[in-house]
């Protein structure tokens, strides 16, 4: 009896909780001078998230300036409106709320997270680090200096932070989105005040701008308010050059960052891959998911749960509006590089020569639709999920129609996006940190060998 | 005569029988009263021991004793041919044929009758803990949330929310490095890596792909306190998780071969974040240096010895004496109802054995005595690091939440006093930190600074004393408590707005504090906080002579005269 009625609620809930993953609905407004605004309500807890972003980013840094968006990101909450730095901090902090910022690749980020009843306040805030931030040639220096000292922390205490930073660089070369997200100390180092004052001028705009909230509100109240506070805001002083597109590189080629007495080697084996705008993403991430994007992925069970080689390993496709990368990520002891280098390249190899099957792809499927709801939780989140649609000029069929477009791949299309996102065998860009002294012979084996040393105040490598 | 025909005689043998076949029928009852009811093991224990020792008794007085028509009378004194020692036999084989009925009927029984499940009660708490706060009438606790306990001690917590169809699982292990002593520090870390390594039914891996595949994701920690467990899964696969983490709760295959392997994946681990990681490192050398006697001074992850060396047998021992349904704490949140959450834990968790609690954890760590400092030198120190500790108070501790407040005052964000003044102000530290390690027993108070390349380490230190100094002082001011207290009503309710949030709240209020209700007294406890108050906490635990000062830093370069 018992049994029974348990099988009873399972049935019915079963039914009940059957539904297509869908975006909440929201509310889409272009203003006059071209900022675009994303609003939605959200009264689960008193909480108002906000995502601004500025298209733009690291790809937009200049010349050998590599840092510059990500300085001038760090300098907006060093002082904006009639606050100082030490004002601004205290305004946010003093109500409870959040404000950070972030350079990514193609966009300069805001996010705000503060209580419903300070909406107003955080409004101000992000205003004014938009639209009149301080960028006081004090404050320039000393958030110079930092950025560069966290750098030299980052070797000492978390090479694998640093990891990206070489991969980009020695990927994509002097193609924008080569540069290092954070700088290097060389290239972070010749900024000047001056430049990075004409840079904000240059790139910062309401053309470029995206604001998205979600949460606690009334959205009639919350769009006057955005719009007063954005709505006349003028264009950037120079437009958004579009990113030059690049292919794949052929044959191999091996970058060794020496760090004497590392314990382990970090290492990452990619090379260029498919834009933001590939069609069959949902095969790209069926794949992806089954190769190197959960516990049971195939590099995670070869090179951990079997291998016992590594306590991770992952593989990743980042897409930009131009091109993407591909990368293969782990670390091992020195003593067993080699090792852990054949068998992610043997097992890359396995993936172009077998794909997948239905099981697998049935497995993959269930993983990414039952792991998807709970992005949408917190405001926080969809605000930034609606922003990162209109940045990337996708509309809510992105999200909508994924669940049937993963329904209708097969192995054969998830196979044909295999060769279409992942590099082959014999094409292959390998980035590694470790101890050369002890592993600078058996690298050659792999491509010609470019070493430097990790002191070397830079990432981008001119061979 | 032989002795074998007086012993028969003299009834000796069915008086052994019946006692053994007696003492099987109680020691039965006994084991299902505490599967049952919640009757502590140690009644089962004890009344083993009891009959063991009675059994000789019996027999000697079986062999001295004699029944009489007159009554009890020494077998040496009565005279033989009076003797009725063949009709207290008859009487002992009628007993015995009626134990054995008995015995058999129960066997039976309890293979065709249903599963004997009395209503979930309240049995003893074998991990008290005071309540870190008074759930005042203000405290709002949701109606929605309820909790009960298995009859073999699990307690679950349900929060239902059904605002996505997925759920949230989080499970609580008593076992931490807390619970480890020389020779086997790490092993609760590493059995954390092992409860995903295959069952006596799944081979490794089968945990992972089925739950996966189910749409499932999951993961685990290990603090110094407890071993985590969390499972994020659609709704849809609620039975298939159920089952999965029961047969692993009850049915964990160590095998030798994979916990080599593991041991292989802990090594990589603790190089990436101790040997490879000038502030792992650092972090490492400050709990064995704070701590002398407390095991808060091994590291989570174990010393590489230890990682070496534990055995199957330490292993085995562990998880019989930790991985017990009265060890542990689950929660649940999500969208889910109480009642289908009810029946599918009693279906796959209910059978789970009730074992005896881990001795407990009784050592306390003696007030320090004076300050301590070490120094670490790391050839390709860029920045220096300085880490600075306080021994302070436990979770269930109430000054635990006062210097909470405290330490975001002093070390959190850009607005904090450590932020301005060494980082914006002076340029001595590019990133300061100050954090709190409360747990079931006192923690530290620890301040993380990386310095400025090139900066004076000494300098640096006498500064962040100065700050420290001024707190014990002049207290803090009221717009600082004012910021402290919505900096922690924000996150208190940034932590509600996810189900993963909610089932980690409500688990680790819960686990530290004694009961769930206390997360929901944090806001009136917020308000109710003086600024008295933290001046009196920052003079109670920021004393020199409570302080562990460690410095990892470049060799000075050699000077060439």
């Known amino acids: ?463 | 005569m032989s002795l074998f025909s007086e012993l028969r005689r003299r009834n000796v043998i069915k008086v052994a029988l019946l006692y053994a076949v007696a003492s099987w029928l109680v020691v039965w009852i006994i084991d299902h009263l505490v599967d049952g009811v919640g009757l502590s093991p140690w009644v089962s224990d004890y009344m083993l021991l009891l009959l063991a020792i009675g059994f000789p008794v019996a027999l000697i007085f079986a062999w001295v004793y004699e029944f009489t028509p007159t009554g009890l009378q020494k077998a040496a004194d009565v005279d033989q041919t009076q003797s009725i020692v063949y009709k207290t036999g008859q009487k002992l084989n009628a007993a015995l044929a009626v134990l054995a009925v008995l015995g058999v009927a129960a066997v039976i029984g309890e293979q065709l009758l249903p599963e004997f499940t009395p209503p979930p009660r309240e049995t003893l708490e074998e991990f008290p803990l005071k309540p870190v706060f008074d759930v005042s009438a203000s405290a709002e606790v949701p109606r929605e949330i309820t909790s009960f306990k298995l009859p073999n001690g699990l307690k679950v917590i349900v929060w239902p929310d059904h605002d996505i169809p997925n759920v949230a699982l989080y499970y609580f292990v008593r076992a931490g490095a807390r619970n480890e002593y020389p020779g086997i520090t790490g092993i609760a870390h590493f059995f954390e890596h092992m409860m995903f390594n295959g069952t006596t039914s799944r081979d490794q891996g089968d945990f992972d792909r089925e739950m996966e595949a189910a749409g499932g994701a999951n993961n685990a920690y290990t603090s110094k306190d407890v071993t985590v467990y969390m499972d994020w899964f659609p709704k849809s696969a609620l039975e298939t998780v159920l089952e999965l983490e029961g047969d692993r709760l009850a049915n964990l295959a160590i095998d030798p071969d994979v916990v080599e392997t593991e041991r292989g994946a802990v090594v990589s681990e603790r190089r990436e974040g101790v040997d490879d990681s000038h502030a792992g490192l650092l972090h490492e050398q400050m709990y064995a240096n704070a701590y002398l006697a407390h095991p808060y001074q091994n590291p989570v992850i174990g010393w590489p010895s230890d990682i070496a060396n534990w055995t199957q047998d330490d292993l085995e021992n562990f998880y019989r004496r930790f991985y017990a349904p009265n060890n542990i704490t689950m929660v649940f949140a999500g969208d889910v109802t109480p009642e289908e959450i009810y029946l599918l834990t009693d279906q796959y968790l209910s059978s789970l054995k009730r074992q005896h609690p881990p001795e407990a954890v009784t050592i306390t760590e003696p007030p320090q005595r004076g300050e301590r400092r070490f120094a670490i030198e790391a050839a390709d120190a860029q920045t220096p690091l300085l880490h600075v500790a306080f021994h302070a108070g436990a979770t269930s501790d109430p000054e635990t939440l006062l210097l909470d407040l405290l330490l975001a005052i002093i070390a959190e964000g850009d607005s904090s006093r450590l932020h301005r003044a060494l980082v914006e102000e002076e340029g001595l530290a590019i990133r300061v930190s100050g954090r709190q390690s409360d747990g079931f027993d006192s923690g530290l108070a620890y301040f993380a600074l990386t310095l400025a390349p090139g900066a004076d380490i000494a300098v640096a230190e006498t500064r962040l004393r100065e700050e420290l100094g001024r707190v014990v002082a002049d207290g803090v001011t009221p717009s600082e408590l004012a910021k402290a207290r919505n900096l922690r009503l924000a996150a208190f309710w940034r932590g509600l707005q996810t189900i993963n949030g909610k089932a980690s709240a409500l688990g680790n209020f819960e686990v530290f504090t004694g009961d769930y209700e206390n997360l929901f007294a944090v806001p009136a406890r917020l308000s109710a906080i003086t600024a008295e108050e933290l001046q009196a906490v920052a003079a109670k635990v920021f004393r020199d002579d409570n302080m562990t000062v460690g410095i990892l830093s470049a060799p000075a370069p050699e000077t060439s005269e």
Do not use: C
Request: charged letters at 20%; aromatic letters at 8%.
């Open chain 1, 1 to 463: 009896m018992k049994r029974l009625f348990a099988l009873t609620v399972l049935l019915l809930s079963a039914v009940a909780t059957a539904q297509e993953v869908r975006l909440p609905d929201y509310e889409r407004v272009v203003l006059d001078n071209g900022v675009v605004l994303l609003l939605a309500e959200k009264h689960e807890v008193p909480l108002v998230g906000l995502q601004a972003v500025v298209r733009g980013g690291t790809a937009a840094d200049p010349t050998e300036r590599a840092g510059m968006a990500s300085l001038l990101a760090a300098l907006l909450e060093k002082g904006a409106g009639d606050r100082d730095a030490a004002s601004f901090a205290e305004a946010a902090a003093a109500v409870g709320g959040h404000i950070s910022t972030d350079a990514e690749t193609e966009s300069i980020m805001v996010i705000a997270d503060f209580l419903s009843r300070d909406a107003e306040l955080m409004i101000e805030l992000v205003a004014d680090m938009l639209l009149r931030p301080t960028l006081s040639e004090d404050e320039f220096l000393k958030e110079q200096q930092r950025a560069i000292a966290l750098l030299q922390a980052a070797k000492g205490s978390n090479p694998r932070a640093l990891i990206g930073s070489y991969g980009r660089a020695f990927l994509f070369g002097d193609h924008p989105y080569g540069n290092p997200p954070y700088g290097s100390e060389a290239s972070l180092a010749q900024i000047t005040h001056e430049e990075l004052v004409q840079h904000y001028a240059n790139h910062f705009g309401g053309d470029r701008l995206i604001v998205s909230v979600v949460g606690d509100f009334d959205i009639a109240a919350m769009r006057t308010r955005l719009t007063d506070a954005f709505g006349k805001w003028g264009p950037a002083g120079s437009p958004l050059t579009p990113v030059e597109t690049i292919g794949p590189l052929s044959g191999r080629r091996v970058l060794l960052v020496d760090k004497p007495g590392s314990a382990q080697s970090y290492f990452l084996i990619g090379n260029i891959s498919v834009a933001i705008d590939y069609p069959q993403r949902a095969e790209l991430q069926l794949a992806n998911t089954l190769f190197g994007g959960r516990f049971t992925s195939t590099l995670m069970t070869a090179l951990r749960t079997e291998g016992g080689l590594t306590y991770h390993a992952s593989s990743s496709v980042s897409r930009h509006s131009a091109a993407g990368s591909m990368f293969i990520h782990s670390y091992t002891q020195t003593a067993t590089t080699v090792e852990a280098l054949d068998l992610a390249i043997e097992k890359l190899g396995e993936l172009h020569r077998r794909g997948v099957d239905e099981d697998m792809l049935a497995s993959a499927r269930n993983y990414i639709m039952g792991q998807f709801p709970p992005t949408l939780e917190p405001a926080s989140s969809l605000a930034n999920l609606f922003a990162f649609l209109e940045a990337n000029g996708l509309d809510r069929s992105y999200i909508d129609a994924y669940g049937a477009a993963l329904d209708a791949a097969t192995p054969v299309t998830v196979h044909n996006a295999v060769s279409e996102v992942y590099p082959l065998v014999d094409d292959l860009v390998i980035i590694l940190i470790g101890d050369a002294a002890a592993i600078r012979e058996s690298m050659t084996k792999y491509g010609p060998v470019t070493e430097v040393s990790i002191t070397e105040p830079r990432f981008r490598v001119y061979q």
